[in-house]
Structures are given as C-alpha cells and as structure tokens.
C-alpha cells in the first residue's frame, strides 16, 4: 500500500529554515497531487500547500505564501516543503499527504480528498 514517510522536522529560532522531506512509496502510477498539512495542538488541521504531481501547478496557504515552497522530484518520488522565516505560529506537526492518481482536484480546502497520509514530523520554532 501507499506509504509516506516525512523528515526533516526540528526545533528552530524565529527566522530561521527547515526542510521538509516526504518520501513515497507502494505507488504504482503514482498520485495526482501532493500536499502538506500542518496541526498545531488545540488546533484543526490547516493546508499549507500542494502540488499536482503531472504540472508542476502550485497551491499556497495565505500563511505560507512567500515563505514556503513546495517541491518535488519525480523520479525519487519525493515531495519537499521548504520553510524559509519561520514564525512561532508554524510550531505544529506537518504531514505529507497525497490524493489518488484518479483525483481531479488539487486543493487545501478538504483534507479528505487525500486518503494517504504520513505519520508527520514536528516543528517547533522558537522566539
């Protein structure tokens, strides 16, 4: 079955980086889009950003517009998230998720459009 395994995770000062990595397995053909959540204690779980898997297109969180970018590589079948002027608002576990390759949407809006989710990895920035 489809497997997502998220590194990268850590303890940072306010403005600091971290780099998220996803890695995927147990795809044949692989998902239509990839995407990062995040959940901080006491809090729903938000969208941070996604990507479809065939374009390349692109979707941000207003949060993470400017500071984190989303990215792939096919090949490895791996996702990153790199988070560039960290806030303490981002304290949270992130996780990896990814739709079907048959879904035909790509958005933050729903987390159910993604059945396949990683076991997340925490990050927690400091002031």
């Known amino acids: 079955q489809v497997q997502l395994v998220e590194s990268g995770g850590g303890s940072v000062q306010a403005g600091g980086s971290l780099r998220l990595s996803c890695a995927a397995s147990?795809?044949?053909?692989?998902?239509?889009?990839m995407g990062w959540f995040r959940q901080a204690p006491g809090k729903e779980r938000e969208g941070v950003a996604a990507?479809?898997?065939?374009?390349?297109?692109?979707y941000y969180a207003d949060s993470a517009k400017g500071r984190f970018t989303i990215s792939q590589d096919t090949t490895k079948k791996m996702v990153y998230l790199q988070m560039n002027t960290l806030e303490p608002e981002d304290t949270a576990t992130y996780y990896c998720?990814?739709?079907?390759?048959?879904?035909?949407?790509?958005?933050?809006?729903?987390?159910?459009?993604?059945?396949?989710w990683g076991q997340g990895t925490q990050v927690t920035v400091s002031s």
């Open positions: 998720a990814a739709t079907s390759r048959f879904a035909t949407r790509c958005t933050l809006d729903n987390s159910v459009d993604f059945p396949y």
């Open positions: 147990g795809y044949t053909y692989g998902s239509y889009c």
């Open positions: 990507m479809t898997s065939a374009s390349g297109s692109t």
